[in-house]
């Protein structure tokens, strides 16, 4: 009998090696896979169980905190709120149960979790006095009044204003209309998300849509002012008379380029610093074919064009094609044709002039703080080098200052303060208003602010000056705010 | 003093530290602080080890030293778990803690295991009543198929409820169809093994040494058509395979079982509705997801996500599998223990059963023999049909995983099935020289583990 049950033995061992195997198999070979299955909702639940780290301005002004959830029998234990609601979703994003998360909240999540590396060590001090671990403040560079000057400033007109410090790169304020609310999106009801996410993705004026950072446009006569670094820097000067016809007679096509509403620019020539003050079509049209396709491109470059943009969160790549034949050349040089930009890229073309030519990445948060106040992680914007030499910036500089003191951007000026600008009317579609643009940058003591504003379908086809009527108040506004009224 | 009690002794200790331990943790990880009761959970569970232990050296002082450890082990552990799982239901509406229960029956089954090592003197005894064992199996398997009486739960109609009282009787059913068949087969063993008919190809033996068998085998049928419970179905058909092959010694017994078992399956297959979805289930659980599957792939996420390490006590959500405590808290522990966990307590299981088996070849008699063979076989194949359902290695039918799920019955039953091995294991291990007579306690005498 014993023989059999040696057998048995051998049946048994066999059996449980199976038994054994099994969860081998659900614990380490199938695990990833199911642990991130969406219905195995494990993973968001020990996520919403930490108290996720609040997004503060840089004056301590909450915008993204974690609150008790106060639904009874909710499985997810807390719940983001966003106290000023839609004022400042173009840089936190939502954090929703059923879409994700997006901007600072997944760019940095790992921090507001306080599972970064660096908040490593602080983690296994709360593992052995078995603490829970709240997660990381993420501070950012918004400076609140200038938030809401520029948000008040746009009011309900599509588009988008983007403010940086120039020598840091630091974002000071980014706003767009219109608008969502993240804490539409982060309750814990999925109906109710779902909901108001058709009914944010059906809107045609694109809500969801971060306009600042993440949408392109035709720069339209703000590009004018890359044409002109690339025309300094080719050896053009600042004296040198150069044509300035009523109509440009671009070879190898019919379209010529003209000045808006077909005025004359003056006379038969005009200086650069003239032209741009009046922002003459046909000058830079004539200069773009000057230079030609490749050194327009090329400078456009120098500014960050065609590369990933190098900003902390997700933004549109800024383009111009590098090859263009004659007449699309005379029209990318007037910012039209191909050439897109995002506003946070002309934000930074101003601010890369504004500080003497030396290009900072733009970065909207700084610094992450643990929960007992100490710094656990510093960010700062990455000096990028030098993109035109200084001498080409102090003249752009000069000639930006023109345009504000007695060019298209007068609405601009501020009482006591040296403005520098450049209004931008950028056609887009026929028939259609062009959009209104302005950028410019101003200093007063030891604060500086360089400003892009775009107003779609803002500006009038009749007029170059409409850019400077409709897009350069705001642009005032938002720097009056920043240097505390400017007189 | 007996060794094999000292060792037995030690692992009880490292039994009650690690179901204290866990127990700790838990209210630890539950509330931040240790919890009220922890002294009187570990006073109980020392006390209740002690007195098993204490028991076993007066009266069964050569006894395997491993299934009791091993089942205060499991034991300790499943209670702290299903602790855990009430802290995670205590928020739901019709909260109903099932912690005191269990402990209840815990201390219940200590007093089973007790009893039995004390009446039981000798496992022969067993023996003089067969048919009385028989017919309380059957009547046993028989009554939650009784009007009144029975209960259908879940779809299985296994429950018995007589007042306040509710159990499920195939847990005792279990233990006196397997006194049974090796009484039986004991007697028979050479008549079954001889043929003297031949039917076709087959050589058969007398029918009339068949009636009996034929009569558990159709008791195994009654359990899987009328209470439509796949997991006792299969697992007394396994113990019946197994007894008659280690009887018998001849192999087409068991061919001819499992047979009996895949057209016994593929008949419940095509009548029950039930049974189809559970195969259907355990092919794809995730298409059926929102319904019949969501139990299996809760199961697996758990296991999932508990990864190699686990989660941790109290920091896993095995409450959203539902049945947690009873058939899915092997996956419970997954999800916390992790694989380290879970192949740990499959490794207690196996040692268990290898011990069982070990106790079989040692057994002085032939019915010792097919006793402890029938009880292990019956106690293996309870893990494997329910690690096996719960893993998606075999469909899943509900059953109770031996000592750690919730549930009365079972542990009683387990309790007692251990005390009979112990039994069995007393009387074939021979007695160092001086064993059984007084002998100084520091003569420095080694006996061998077996």
């Keep these: 009998m014993n023989r059999q049950i040696r057998r048995v033995a051998v049946v048994v061992l066999v059996a449980f090696m199976a038994l054994l195997a099994a969860p081998l198999y659900w614990q380490v070979l199938a695990a990833p896979r199911l642990t991130n299955d969406s219905r195995n909702t494990r993973v968001l639940i020990k996520e919403y169980s930490i108290e996720r780290g609040a997004i503060v301005l840089a004056d301590q002004t909450p915008v993204a905190t974690s609150v008790r959830s106060k639904q009874r029998g909710d499985p997810l234990e807390f719940v983001r709120h966003y106290p000023e609601g839609e004022r400042y979703g173009m840089v936190t994003g939502f954090y929703s149960l059923v879409f994700g998360r997006t901007l600072a909240e997944q760019e940095f999540n790992s921090f507001l979790l306080g599972r970064a590396p660096e908040q490593f060590g602080q983690n296994v001090t709360d593992l052995l006095t078995a603490r829970e671990t709240p997660g990381g403040t993420l501070v950012l560079t918004l400076d609140r009044a200038t938030q809401e000057a520029a948000e008040q400033a746009l009011r309900n007109r599509k588009g988008a204003v983007v403010a940086l410090d120039p020598r840091t790169g630091a974002v000071l304020a980014m706003t767009t209309y219109p608008r969502y609310d993240p804490n539409q999106l982060s309750s814990h009801n999925p109906e109710a998300i779902r909901r108001n996410w058709d009914r944010l993705v059906k809107d045609e004026d694109g809500p969801l849509l971060n306009r600042a950072a ?44 003209h000045n808006f509403g077909g005025s004359s620019c003056g006379g038969g020539t005009l200086t650069m610093p003239e032209a741009l003050e009046i922002s003459c079509n046909t000058t830079f049209a004539g200069l773009g074919l000057k230079l030609g396709d490749k050194k327009l491109a090329a400078e456009a470059e120098k500014f960050g064009f065609n590369r990933p943009s190098p900003y902390q969160l997700p933004a549109a790549t800024s383009v111009i094609p590098k090859n263009q034949d004659v007449p699309a050349t005379a029209q ?46 510093r960010f700062e914007g990455e000096d990028l080098g030098q993109a035109i030499p200084e001498q080409v910036a102090g003249d752009l500089r000069d000639m930006m200052l023109q345009v504000v003191e007695r060019g298209t951007g007068t609405f601009a000026q501020i009482p006591g303060l040296q403005v520098a600008g450049k209004t931008g009317t950028a056609q887009h579609a026929q028939g259609r208003p062009p959009h209104a643009w302005f950028i410019g940058f101003t200093s007063a003591g030891d604060k500086s602010i360089a400003v892009a504003v775009v107003v779609e379908n803002g500006g009038d086809a009749g007029s170059e000056a409409t850019g400077g009527h409709v897009a350069a108040p705001i642009a005032k506004a938002v720097m009056q705010a920043y240097l505390g009224g400017g007189g | 003093m007996e060794s094999r009690r000292n060792v037995e002794l030690s692992l009880l200790l490292l039994a009650l530290i690690l179901s204290v331990g866990a127990y700790v943790v838990v209210g630890l990880a539950a509330d931040n602080e240790v919890p009220a009761g922890s002294a009187g959970y570990g006073a109980t569970l020392a006390g209740l080890f002690l007195g098993a232990h204490l028991v076993l050296r007066w009266r069964a002082p050569q006894a395997d030293p491993i299934l009791l450890p091993g089942a205060a082990l499991l034991n300790g552990l499943g209670l702290v778990m299903v602790r855990r799982l009430d802290y995670a239901d205590a928020a739901k509406d019709n909260y109903r803690p099932e912690a005191p229960a269990q402990a209840l029956w815990t201390v219940l089954g200590m007093a089973v295991f007790v009893a039995v090592i004390l009446v039981v003197r000798d496992h022969r005894v067993l023996d003089r009543y067969r048919y009385s064992w028989l017919l309380l199996g059957v009547v046993l398997l028989m009554l939650p198929a009784l009007p009144v009486l029975g209960r259908e739960i879940n779809g299985a109609r296994l429950w018995v ?129 929102a319904s019949r599957g969501f139990q299996l792939a809760q199961g697996l996420f758990a296991l999932a996500t508990g990864g190699i390490l686990g989660q941790g006590w109290n920091q896993g959500r095995p409450d959203f599998i539902p049945f947690a405590s009873t058939d899915f808290i092997f996956a419970a522990f997954g999800e916390e223990l992790g694989l380290l966990g879970v192949t740990a307590m499959l490794l207690v299981y196996l040692l268990m059963v290898f011990r069982g088996l070990r106790i079989a070849l040692a057994a002085p008699d032939d019915f010792g023999k097919l006793l402890a063979v029938g009880l292990v076989t019956s106690f293996a194949l309870q893990v494997f049909v329910i690690v096996g359902g719960v893993t998606r290695l075999i469909p899943l039918t509900g059953i109770t995983l031996p000592f750690v799920s919730f549930g009365g019955s079972s542990l009683l039953a387990n309790y007692a099935l251990i005390a009979l091995l112990c039994r069995i294991s007393d009387e074939g291990t021979p007695a160092p020289a001086a064993a059984r007579a007084p002998v100084p306690a520091d003569t420095g005498e080694v006996t061998v583990i077996r």
């Design chain 2, 161 to 289: 409820r007589i007042g306040p009282f509710s159990g499920q009787p195939a847990e005792a059913a279990k233990i006196a169809l397997v006194v049974f068949l090796a009484a039986y087969l004991a007697e028979r063993k050479e008549l079954l093994a001889t043929a003297t008919y031949r039917a076709g190809p087959f050589l058969l033996p007398e029918i009339k040494y068949f009636m009996p068998l034929l009569l558990a085998w159709a008791a195994s049928l009654f359990v899987l058509f009328f209470e439509k419970d796949l997991g006792s179905s299969l697992l007394f058909f396994g113990v019946f395979v197994t007894l008659v092959y280690v009887a018998t010694g001849r192999f087409s017994y068991v061919a001819a079982g499992l047979a009996l078992f895949l057209s016994g399956a593929v008949l419940a297959y095509n009548l029950f509705g039930h049974v189809q979805v559970r195969v259907a289930t355990w092919l794809d659980p995730w298409k059926y997801y």
């Design chain 1, 214 to 257: 993440g949408a392109l446009y035709p720069p339209g006569s703000t590009f004018k002012v890359i044409t002109a670094a690339a025309a300094l820097e080719d050896g053009i000067s600042v004296n040198q008379p150069l044509p300035s016809p009523t109509v440009l007679d671009v070879p190898q096509t019919s379209a010529d380029i």
């Design chain 1, 332 to 377: 990318s040089a007037i910012g039209q044709r191909d050439v897109r930009v995002s506003p946070l890229q002309m934000a930074s073309v101003a601010a890369t002039i504004a500080n003497g030519g030396r290009r900072m990445a733009p970065f909207v948060a700084q610094q992450v703080v643990s929960d007992k106040g100490k710094v656990v992680k």
